[in-house]
């Protein structure tokens, strides 16, 4: 089953931005860490970017920082990526987890750390 939806995928030209979204579907996850994951073609999945269930905490991948930012409104129970300054090497899809380790937000905690995940979305960008 799908807990998670992402959106906000598309293409987008090399030095372009993206905005993903992630948002819950049949429970919430307003007191849940959240992470961003992404999978190329042919490669495993890697952690991207994550957050605390309050904001207060996010933890980044080196390869993203600078160029993302995680946030998260629990008013609306939705997670964000926004990617700025894209270059080919990120296209992927692009998904959205849940875990039930708080500590997670702090760390780049790899994906089997992760409870509930959406279907993912596709970022391709061109050069």
């Known amino acids: 089953q799908v807990q998670l939806v992402e959106s906000g995928g598309g293409f987008v030209q090399a030095g372009g931005s993206l905005r993903l979204s992630c948002a819950p579907s049949?429970?919430?996850?307003?007191?849940?860490?959240m992470g961003w994951f992404r999978q190329a073609p042919g490669k495993e999945r890697e952690f991207v970017a994550s957050?605390?269930?309050?904001?207060?905490?996010?933890y980044y991948t080196d390869s993203v920082k600078g160029r993302f930012t995680i946030s998260r409104d629990n008013a609306k129970n939705t997670v964000y990526l926004q990617m700025n300054n894209l270059n080919p090497e990120y296209t992927a899809v692009y998904y959205c987890?849940?875990?039930?380790?708080?500590?997670?937000?702090?760390?780049?905690?790899?994906?089997?750390?992760?409870?509930?995940w959406g279907q993912g979305t596709q970022v391709t960008v061109s050069s």
């Open positions: 049949g429970r919430t996850f307003s007191s849940n860490a």
């Open positions: 987890a849940a875990t039930r380790n708080y500590y997670c937000a702090g760390y780049g905690c790899s994906p089997t750390e992760y409870d509930y």
């Open positions: 957050i605390s269930w309050n904001g207060d905490t996010t």
